[in-house]
């Protein structure tokens, strides 16, 4: 609720200009320093909790909500937003848990770069789980674009980025993302690598 009432303010602020990407979490260890010691399924279940109360009070509803992890007694939003319903939430998650929260809340589900096929599965998934929903979704993709005159340059350029980025280095982001993340999409990536 408190959540809600500063993304209002916000929305407010800039005249209908905020858009709010939601990040449930991947590394426990970070989670943990936090003071978020759900695993994942709990933590997927929570932000369900978390974005029903959110989006309810944004579209203007009283909210009465007890979940196994948050609740709202009356609570409402005395100042609401510009964007209507609500101002619109992006989500990123590959495993099944993340697609169904895209599917009931998110406006825009967001993807890293893949293989078009393994791609066009994932977004074929998440669109039918938000018909299912009787939702429309719309997609964004991560993708690192280097734009320069010539291929050759492009890839000079790519080439001076990664420079200092040492086998040491990747080897251990590569461990963390398979070994450490709980995060389904970093999995997927990793696995391209």
Request: avoid cysteine.
């Amino acid at each position: 609720a408190l959540f809600a009432r500063h993304a209002a303010t916000l929305d407010r602020i800039s005249n209908g200009r905020v858009l709010l990407n939601v990040v449930t979490g991947a590394d426990p260890a970070d989670l943990a320093g936090d003071g978020n010691k759900l695993n994942h399924a709990e933590r997927y279940a929570q932000t369900d909790e978390f974005l029903t109360i959110w989006r309810d009070m944004l579209s203007g509803k009283e909210v009465n909500f007890e979940g196994q992890y948050l609740s709202a007694k009356g609570s409402d939003i005395s100042f609401p937003p510009v964007q209507k319903p609500y101002p619109p939430l992006w989500f990123g998650g590959s495993s099944d848990a993340g697609i169904a929260i895209a599917a009931k809340h998110v406006d825009v589900y967001l993807s890293w770069g893949e293989p078009v096929e393994q791609l066009a599965e994932k977004l074929e998934r998440v669109r039918a789980a938000a018909a299912r929903e009787g939702r429309n979704i719309r997609f964004g993709l991560r993708i690192h674009l280097i734009v320069r005159e010539t291929e050759e340059e492009a890839w000079a350029a790519a080439d001076r980025l990664i420079s200092h980025v040492t086998d040491e280095v990747i080897a251990e982001a590569q461990n963390n993302f398979v070994n450490v993340s709980e995060s389904v999409g970093q999995k997927r990536m990793s696995a391209l690598h």
